[in-house]
Structures are given as structure tokens and as C-alpha cells.
């Protein structure tokens, strides 16, 4: 689930799927998330208490706590938007692994984002 700060300051759910089964591993200090969701797209998170690794359909994100660090935001196969990723915060327990992070332009939040991924 991905949360999102609204213009109100008020919290709202703006990505959400269903359950699905995933593999999970660690590698050094990072828990590896491998999942397919229901529309085929096959997703890898490698998450640290400092680092993020994501790769989802054409994405592919890296995110590093208390650091501003440049991401290619892809629009389709071949066009790509460079936008700043900021990671906040990382929550990892037996039950949920969530990440708090700002996407900025120009040194501008665009948006605050929660993703939380619950364990069953």
C-alpha cells in the first residue's frame, strides 16, 4: 500500500493491491522481496534499514536514507522523468516492512509517500 499526504495535510490511501504470494531472502544486510502482482509484473525490493532497492515493470528506483538521490521516473518504455527521491524513514518488523519518502523536483516536495508492504 502506498499512502500519500493530500493538500489538506490528511492521509489517503492512493495504491493499494490485493495479497499476493512472494519469496522472501536475505542477502548481507537486505530483505529481498520477489513478487508478481496480478497483472503479470514482476517486482523486486531489497530493503535495509538505510537503503532501498526497487524494481517494478520498467521502474527501477534507488532510495538512501537521509539523501537526496536522482531517479529516472519512467513514463513508457523509452521516455523518463529525473525527479529526486528522499527516504525518511524505514520500519522493518515480523509483521510489516513500510518506508516513508518525498519525491521533490527542483528542490520542491511534490509529494510524501508511505509504502508498506504487510507480512502474512
Known amino acids: 500500500m502506498t ?16 495479497y499476493v504470494d512472494y519469496s522472501e531472502r536475505t542477502e548481507d544486510e537486505f530483505i529481498v522481496i520477489n513478487f508478481t502482482d496480478e497483472k503479470d509484473f514482476n517486482c523486486e525490493a531489497k530493503i535495509s534499514h ?13 532510495l538512501k536514507k537521509h539523501q537526496r538521490i536522482v531517479n529516472k521516473l519512467m513514463l513508457n518504455e523509452k521516455e523518463g522523468l529525473n525527479l529526486e527521491f528522499y527516504l525518511k524513514e524505514v520500519e ?15 528542490g520542491e516536495i511534490l509529494v510524501e509517500n508511505r509504502a508498506e508492504m504487510l507480512i502474512k
Open 3 to 18: 499512502k500519500s499526504l493530500n493538500s489538506d495535510n490528511g492521509i489517503e490511501n492512493v495504491f493499494e493491491t490485493e
Open 92 to 106: 522493518i518488523s515480523p509483521n510489516i516492512i513500510a518506508f516513508s519518502y518525498d519525491i521533490l523536483s527542483g
Open 50 to 62: 538505510s537503503d532501498i532497492h526497487l524494481a517494478y515493470a520498467a521502474q527501477r528506483l534507488y
